[in-house]
């Protein structure tokens, strides 16, 4: 018997009632961290208790083994389908690798009800869309914590995608309010430069992002943040997330050079060393562990203390993905600690903040709702809406800069703001520009910054001070 969560209940409630009323292809999208392995679980007992046979599709060889555990964890007896493992189809449920999947699609018998894990892949001419063009009868449920494609686009049929309907469960901040999340207290240490990358997710990008972060400061200042904010708190470990697979090497030999027990993973590191290496940092024994897009989905260590953002990128999926790595709530961990190195937050705002999804992607907000900005707090970092008066963090008091007027020979002069152009015309570097924006409490100082630059080369004026 699986015990569910109340909203748990309600989200599969509302995805079978879907179903019931001829809508045979449904979304269904919760926070990470809310449970959608277990909504899998409960949904495939169902449908095999009455008969049905299931397929559980997954990518990638941890995602597929976290699977096959959580369910089987709810007792759910199982086959699994996968490179190199031998199949028993007599098993009702199956997990399978969406790559095997497709190479044995003449093996298998047609399933009556398909459920996509991390359905944000599932496109029309992928290797999913292959899977289930393959079997066209059946049901097909989608559970995606962002659904939309990494680059925004919708899910929906018409779009790209297969799916009719579309089912939300409770927000990131229900679920943080709700003790289901842990808080996520976002940091944004100020950083390196990447103004002049245009794109981030793009080979150029990532090659010219993984440069800028392997080198100088973007080295250290990672490791002097977790050693602040990080390792004094619950079991002191994190995940980070880099550009490549040498920079994520490259981050784990730093720090195992200042003596923190760090590792990283790729593609082809062995699955018994990937088995130990997320066990260690479970218990706490290896406090570091990095990777390049092979822990931004599925894995699910609840103890993990934060996340080290240090790859930039345009996807508000791929960000909300990295994030929710560390917001599984754990006992003793009074909340995750997200150090964003890179400004992702300030391109995509707060773990928590509201958003409206719908199957066409790009995702909005409701008609009249004003644009969600980001600010940090200049004594301790951490982010919060721009709203907020007081840090939540540190007590820091954001104060409006006063305006003073003098009256000089019968005519207003506005004394600051004479002051304000003199500070300006005195900044030499894109860096000093960006501090007296941070001075002025601006929203985007780094923004500001390259809008003043961009008018200096306009003008000719513009000298770089090496």
């Known amino acids: 018997m699986i015990n569910l969560r109340p909203y748990q209940s309600d989200f599969t409630a509302e995805i079978s ?50 699977l096959s555990g959580r369910i089987g964890s709810h007792g759910v007896r199982h086959g699994l389908i996968a490179a190199g493992r031998s199949m028993d189809l007599s098993q009702q449920v199956q997990v399978g690798s969406v790559d095997t999947v497709a190479r044995r699609l003449h093996m298998l018998p047609a399933p009556t009800l398909i459920i996509q894990d991390e359905a944000h892949h599932l496109i029309e001419g992928n290797k999913w ?21 990494l680059s925004g686009e919708g899910l929906g049929v018409g779009h790209g995608g297969y799916f009719q309907h579309l089912v939300l469960g409770p927000t990131a901040q229900w679920l943080t309010d709700n003790g289901y999340l842990a808080r996520a207290r976002v940091l944004s240490p100020p950083g390196v430069d990447l103004s002049r990358i245009r794109s981030f997710d793009t080979p150029t990008g990532k090659a010219r992002a993984a440069e ?13 943040h977790y050693l602040r904010e990080i390792a004094p708190i619950h079991k002191g470990t994190v995940v980070g997330f880099c550009v490549s697979v040498a920079h994520a090497g490259a981050v784990a030999e730093a720090y195992r050079r200042v003596g923190i027990p760090a590792a990283a ?33 599925g894995t699910d260590i609840p103890s993990v203390t934060g996340a080290q953002l240090l790859r930039p990128t345009d996807s508000l999926s791929l960000y ?15 909340h995750a600690v997200i150090l964003d190195h890179v400004g992702n937050a300030n391109r995509h705002g707060l773990p928590t903040d509201p958003r409206e999804w719908t199957l066409e992607g790009k995702v909005g907000r409701k008609a009249g709702e004003p644009a969600l900005s980001v600010k940090v707090c200049p004594k301790c970092f951490s982010c919060m809406p ?49 501090a007296i924006g941070k001075r002025r409490g601006m929203k985007n100082p780094r923004g500001w910054a390259r809008h003043v630059m961009a008018a200096r080369e306009t003008k000719g004026q513009w000298r770089k001070v090496a």
């Open 129 to 149: 869309g292959k899977v289930i063009a393959a079997w066209p009868s059946a049901y097909l449920v989608g559970l995606t914590a962002t659904p939309q494609r």
């Open 212 to 224: 800028i972060l392997s080198t100088g400061q973007a080295m250290g200042d990672p490791i002097g």
């Open 386 to 434: 721009s709203a907020k008066q007081v840090c939540p963090d540190c007590g820091h008091e954001f104060t409006p800069e006063r305006r003073e007027l003098q009256h000089v020979d019968g005519e207003l002069v506005e004394v600051q703001q004479r002051e304000r152009r003199r500070e300006q015309a005195t900044a030499q570097t894109i860096e000093d520009l960006v």
């Open 17 to 66: 009632a879907a179903m019931r009323h001829g809508c045979r292809r449904v979304l269904g999208t919760m926070p990470t961290g809310s449970g959608k392995g277990t909504v899998a679980a409960y949904m495939s007992a169902s449908a095999a208790a009455k008969g049905h046979w299931v397929m559980i599709l997954a990518h990638r060889k941890e995602l597929i083994e976290d």
């Open 265 to 297: 993973l790729d593609g082809k590191t062995d699955k018994n060393l990937r088995r130990q290496l997320l066990r260690d940092l479970g218990d706490g024994t290896l406090k570091a562990l990095f990777s390049c897009e092979i822990i931004s989905e």
């Open 320 to 334: 909300l993905q990295q994030v929710g790595r560390a917001l599984r709530p754990s006992p003793g961990k009074p």
